[in-house]
């Protein structure tokens, strides 16, 4: 596929650009977001590409609390003010909506084209959700990506590994209903379909959350699981090892993060606010290492709920991941 057949694909002719505002400082090198990000343009130099995702019609269908259609706008906002420390370049690429519960598939379908015309023009899409839902419609932009290359660099069955930070697994059977708890479960039949080697990593796991059902699925898929108990200050190394021999694995990653793994304190403004939680404290150095890799090619935050944000933490800390996975390695 080359890039000028992706160029009515690049971004939304309507980018609302509004909500970039902040602070100017006055001192020298004292930049933040809203100031440097720009709308991506068929030429733009390849950077980072924030494009929404502005549905909850999965949530709907999984029977959780509305809202996360709202989630790519309070995203933004909390990140206008952020002090920029970058040197590659950032853009806006507008929003993917979805009108209704009986859009969404045709509404992924649009994402994934999207995500697919940002990765043909070499930058790292950012999609911003959402309910987890989005996770599909991303993966299957990165699909087509490697299909219209033929392969990524040549291969046939390309190796993508999946980085989940989420409470649950999203591994429902989507032959019942296909919604924001089936996305992981669609992507893995896609693979069989494609022959490609499924490789999930969920870590953050709330055993609460998700029935014993959905633990054996994980197990048939040979899934790195790590519940949200296990992740502590004592044995982060350990998991750091494992995720670190689970992505050497693979050629290419895609990270997705769900902003339910984070603590109901800290993440009050989801679908389904965590009990337990991972605090962001040890989200990051995860994030990290997978920012490290020099193999992500794809990112995804789900479920920013903001009508029940309280003070905005969960769009700030939303947007603090943002801040970290963009700042120069």
């Known amino acids: 596929m080359s890039k000028n057949s992706t160029d009515l694909h690049l971004a939304d002719p309507s980018i609302d650009m509004s909500v970039w505002a902040g602070r100017e400082d006055p001192e020298h090198d004292s930049l933040r977001w809203h100031q440097v990000i720009t ?11 924030l494009l929404g995702f502005a549905s909850d019609a999965g949530v709907a269908r999984n029977q959780g609390r509305v809202g996360a259609a709202e989630g790519p706008r309070a995203l933004r906002k909390a990140l206008a003010p952020l002090a920029w420390h970058r040197s590659a370049p950032v853009f806006d690429a507008g ?14 379908q649009r994402l994934a084209e999207r995500v697919a015309a940002l990765l043909a023009h070499g ?26 290359q033929g392969g990524a660099q040549g291969e046939a069955r390309p190796r993508v590994g999946i980085v989940n930070l989420d409470a649950h697994f999203d591994l429902r059977d989507p032959s019942h209903v296909r919604s924001s708890g089936t996305p992981f479960a669609q992507i893995a039949a896609e693979c069989h379909a494609r022959a490609w080697p499924f490789r999930y990593a969920c870590l953050g796991v709330s055993r609460a959350s998700n029935t014993r059902a959905l633990f054996t699925r994980a197990r048939e898929l040979n899934v790195l699981v790590r519940e ?3 992740i502590d200050t004592l ?16 050629d290419h990653l895609y990270l997705s993060i769900d902003l339910d793994v984070l603590p109901a304190a800290e993440a009050p403004g989801v679908s389904a606010p965590a009990a337990y939680g991972v605090p962001l404290a040890l989200i990051e150095p995860l994030i990290e290492a997978v920012r490290d890799s020099g193999k992500l090619r794809l990112i995804d935050i789900a479920e920013l709920n903001p009508s029940f944000d309280i003070d905005g933490r969960t769009a700030k800390a939303a947007a603090r991941l943002i801040h970290r996975l963009t700042l120069d390695s």
């Open 123 to 148: 930058h790292l899409p950012l999609v911003l959700g959402g309910g987890h839902e989005v996770a599909f419609g991303s993966w299957s932009g990165l699909a087509r990506h490697f299909e219209a």
């Open 228 to 230: 949200d108990h296990e």
């Open 39 to 49: 709308p991506v343009k068929s030429d733009s130099a390849p950077g980072a590409a």
């Open 95 to 108: 929003d993917v909506s979805c009108h209704g519960n009986d859009d969404l598939e045709a509404a992924q």
């Open 235 to 250: 044995r982060l190394d350990a998991i750091m090892r494992d995720l670190q021999q689970f992505m050497a694995r693979c």
